[in-house]
């Protein structure tokens, strides 16, 4: 979930619903509304991914977890070997009663591709500003 919400630049985790374990232990994920938008209704891509939104935007359950940046490997391994037809595959689910206009989607998969090694270097730069900051909060 953590590398997943920091690649769609999700910004709600105010409310604790985002992650739900289904009865079967699969887990759903849960309002993503604001994915890649913003509260005004924005359809608008940001520019890049920056670390510093991923240091402030972070889900409150998590705070205090001691991250090994290990475990994040084979997650971004799947990221970068995603094809843009999985993608789509994806994207040609979303029901057409949610009304998302066609070049956001087009727009969203051009952002997700292309800008992977980017997100992948802003994510690991995060996670060692906070594994510097948890060490300096426990000096």
């Not at 769609?8 to 079967?24: A, G, R, T, V, W």
């Not at 009304?99 to 051009?110: A, G, H, V």
Request: with cysteine; proline share 4%; charged share 20%.
């Amino acid at each position: 979930m953590k590398v997943f919400t920091d690649w769609i630049n999700l910004s709600d985790y105010h409310k604790y619903e985002n992650l739900c374990l289904h009865s079967n232990d699969t887990i759903i994920f849960l309002d993503f509304d604001l994915a890649f938008s913003s509260n005004n209704g924005s359809w608008e891509m940001p520019e890049k991914y920056e670390s510093n939104a991923m240091v402030s935007h972070q889900a409150p359950f998590w705070e205090g977890l001691i991250e090994n940046k290990e475990v994040y490997n084979p997650w971004m391994e799947n990221i970068l070997n995603l094809s843009e037809d999985d993608i789509k595959c994806i994207f040609f689910q979303i029901p057409d009663c949610w009304e998302i206009p066609n070049q956001y989607i087009t727009s969203l998969i051009d952002f997700l591709l292309n800008n992977r090694n980017q997100f992948i270097t802003e994510f690991f730069s995060a996670l060692e500003f906070r594994e510097t900051c948890d060490a300096i909060e426990h000096m």
